[in-house]
Structure formats: structure tokens, C-alpha cells
């Protein structure tokens, strides 16, 4: 159990969870010595898996996030750097456990690097089987990585919105999609973001389209100034546009910029897509900065 232990000492820290010590405490998480779930560790070639899933289970969850992350690199780049490090995935059987560190309505949570880690050391925390956000979110932090791998500084507009955009990998009968949004999402000119029913009873987000940021404005935007407004609490359903908001409202909006304008370079009309690609071969060589302004790229 120290292994594990210790991998839940520094998410303790690099997740804001409650700091444990020893064996945990308490109903929600309990060790093996405590009447607790066997933990399994499990290596593959890009991840560790620490888990007290059933082994079966978590072997195919090690598989299912090989698979994805495979996809990934085969989608993003045609070539791409070597990994520097396994990426470490706590894998918990129960979402009582989930919830005894990490509160709240999330289905997953990821560090790029724990406290006290001489090289970074990325960790996902998730629990039960591999849920659609708990995939993203996975899917977005390992873009991260692997677009600093292969293009390293980049403007945060390209960086975010590559990793939303590779957030929607879905892998169908041997093929790769991407491009869907984050989540449901119809656009509309009311002034107010809310949640409707549709016909076949799923729930979408209607937001207003001034709310998506201009190209224009996005290449202005400094990281400070991209990412105001990331602690402020994300509306939910049911919940109505708070017009005060005005931090949430620039972090929608700036993302909400950054997919769409990925998502035309990506899949726009082929002017645009085949400049982008060129792009991508030419910044993996050079820097992005020098490939952006490359004119056979751009």
C-alpha cells in the first residue's frame, strides 16, 4: 500500500484534496487492512494504473485509455516526440471514495504535476467506468501534453482550443471522430445562456453567440487574461444566466472562440484546412510563433 499511499499524499496536495496519511480513514476510503477493496497496480506503455477496481475491470480500463490516447497522437500529428513520462491514473471503485476527496458534482479531476515531483508527473483521478467527462477531461489534459511535446510555447488560444477540439475524440467501428462539442450546445441571439429539452428528452445548453470571442480578440489574449474567471463556480442546469458573472462569462467565452476557431481550421473549407496542416508539420520543426507567420502555412 505505499505506492498508493503516497500517490494519494501528493494528489492530496496538487488537487486541494484532504490530506491522508497512513491508511484512510473513514467509511468512504478504506485499505485492505481495514476491510477496504485489494488495490492493483497496472503498467502499460503510457500510463500507470493504481486502482481497486477488480483486476478484470481495471485491466480494461488501462486498455480503454491506451486505446484512446493511441487515437489521440494518430489524430493530432503525423509524427509525433517521444513521451517523457507514463501518465498515472487512480482509478476508484466506488463514488463514495471519489467523494471523500473530491467534493462536488465532477466525474474526474487531473494534475500535470504533483508537489514534490522532481519531473512532472501527470495524474488523473476518476472512479467507476470510463464516463464521457471523465474521457474528456482525460483527452484534454493529455492534448495539453502532447501539443507542448511536439510544438512547445504556444499562444493559449491555440493550445486550448486544440485541446477542446481533441477533446471529442470518440472512437466508432475502427474510426476516429472528433468535432462535436464539449457539450450539447445550441447557438441563439437571446441575451441569456439556458438549458432546454429537446424532442428526444436531452438536455442542451442554448448560448448566446456574442458570448463566442472573435478571432480578433482571441489572439489578443494574454493567459491571464484567457483563463479569468477559472475559479468562479460554472452554472448548472437548471440554473439561470447570472449577468454579474462577468468572469465565467469571458472563460465561456474564450473557450467557446478557441473550439470554434480550431474547429475551422481543422474541418473548414479546404483552404483552411490544408494551410493548417502544413502549419502543424511546419511548427513541429521550428517554433509555432515562426510557423504561424510562415506564408505557405498561413
Known amino acids: ?52 477496481l477488480p483486476v478484470d475491470d481495471a485491466r480494461e480500463l488501462t486498455s480503454e485509455l491506451e486505446q484512446s490516447l493511441h487515437a489521440l497522437e494518430q489524430a493530432a500529428f503525423t509524427r509525433t516526440k517521444p513521451r517523457p513520462a507514463r501518465t498515472n491514473v487512480v482509478a476508484l471503485r466506488h463514488e463514495r471514495s471519489y467523494r471523500a476527496v473530491m467534493p462536488g458534482r465532477s466525474v474526474g ?6 508537489p514534490g515531483d522532481l519531473e512532472a508527473s501527470p495524474t488523473l483521478l476518476l472512479w467507476g467506468e470510463l464516463g464521457e467527462e471523465a474521457r474528456r477531461i482525460f483527452l484534454h489534459e493529455l492534448t495539453h501534453e ?72 482571441l489572439f489578443e489574449l494574454s493567459y491571464g487574461s484567457f483563463y479569468r474567471g477559472t475559479d468562479t463556480p460554472a452554472p448548472t442546469q437548471g440554473d439561470e444566466d447570472d449577468e454579474g458573472d462577468q468572469d465565467q462569462k469571458q472563460l465561456d467565452s474564450a473557450y467557446l472562440g478557441a473550439w470554434a476557431l480550431m474547429h475551422m481550421l481543422h474541418d473548414g473549407v479546404s483552404s483552411y484546412s490544408q494551410r493548417f496542416a502544413r502549419f502543424g508539420l511546419y511548427a513541429q520543426q521550428a517554433s509555432v510563433r515562426d510557423a504561424w507567420q510562415k506564408p505557405s502555412a498561413t
Open 1 to 52: 500500500m505505499s505506492l498508493v499511499n503516497g500517490m494519494w499524499r501528493g494528489l492530496g496536495v496538487a488537487l486541494g484534496l484532504a490530506a491522508l496519511s497512513g491508511c484512510a480513514t473513514g467509511p468512504a476510503l478504506l485499505c485492505p487492512k481495514q476491510g477496504g477493496p485489494e488495490w492493483t497496480r497496472i503498467e502499460s506503455r503510457n500510463l500507470v494504473v493504481f486502482s481497486d
Open 109 to 114: 479531476a487531473f494534475a500535470r504535476r504533483l
Open 146 to 217: 502532447l501539443f507542448a511535446r511536439n510544438f512547445g510555447p504556444s499562444p493559449v488560444w491555440m493550445n486550448e482550443g486544440w485541446a477542446e477540439y481533441y477533446s471529442t475524440l470518440e472512437l466508432e467501428n475502427g474510426r476516429i471522430l472528433l468535432g462535436t462539442p464539449a457539450q450539447p450546445m445550441l447557438f441563439s441571439t437571446e441575451p441569456r445562456a439556458h438549458w432546454v429539452t429537446l424532442e428526444d428528452k436531452s438536455r442542451v445548453v442554448v448560448m448566446p453567440i456574442d458570448r463566442v470571442k472573435l478571432p480578433s480578440d
